[in-house]
Nanobody, 116 residues
Framework: EVQLVESGGGLVQAGGSLRLSCLLSGFTIDRYTIGWFRQAPGKGREGVSCITTSDGTTWYADSVRGRLTISSDSAKNTVSLQMNSLKPEDTAVYYC?????????WGQGTQVTVSS
């Protein structure tokens, strides 16, 4: 059974940092591009960053480039998102999924709240 479980969210002040983790089971990440997505209140889900684990290629949305860093650990089958210099507009539920995302792979997400 495929599962993606996000963790690491929380409440932080603007300028603070958080590290999100995505633990994947049921498949190995080495064959996939894994992405982080977020959904803010009243808005649609958007892509934030992704990594092609086989070669380390990364992509970032313009709104987060320079502040967020994605990484992967094949031994632990995890993908992490280091979030620095957080802004109130980063407040959202953060999800991980393969790229392009599959509907039945969405997990519960992890809430990130940035106070001003």
């Amino acid at each position: 059974e495929v599962q993606l479980v996000e963790s690491g969210g929380g409440l932080v002040q603007a300028g603070g940092s958080l590290r999100l983790s995505c633990l994947l089971s049921g498949f190995t990440i080495d064959r996939y591009t894994i992405g982080w997505f977020r959904q803010a209140p009243g808005k649609g889900r958007e892509g934030v960053s992704c990594i092609t684990t086989s070669d380390g290629t990364t992509w970032y949305a313009d709104s987060v480039r320079g502040r967020l860093t994605i990484s992967s650990d094949s031994a632990k089958n995890t993908v992490s998102l280091q979030m620095n210099s957080l802004k109130p507009e980063d407040t959202a539920v953060y999800y991980c999924n393969v790229v392009p995302p599959l509907q039945n792979y969405w997990g519960q997400g992890t809430q990130v709240t940035v106070s001003s």
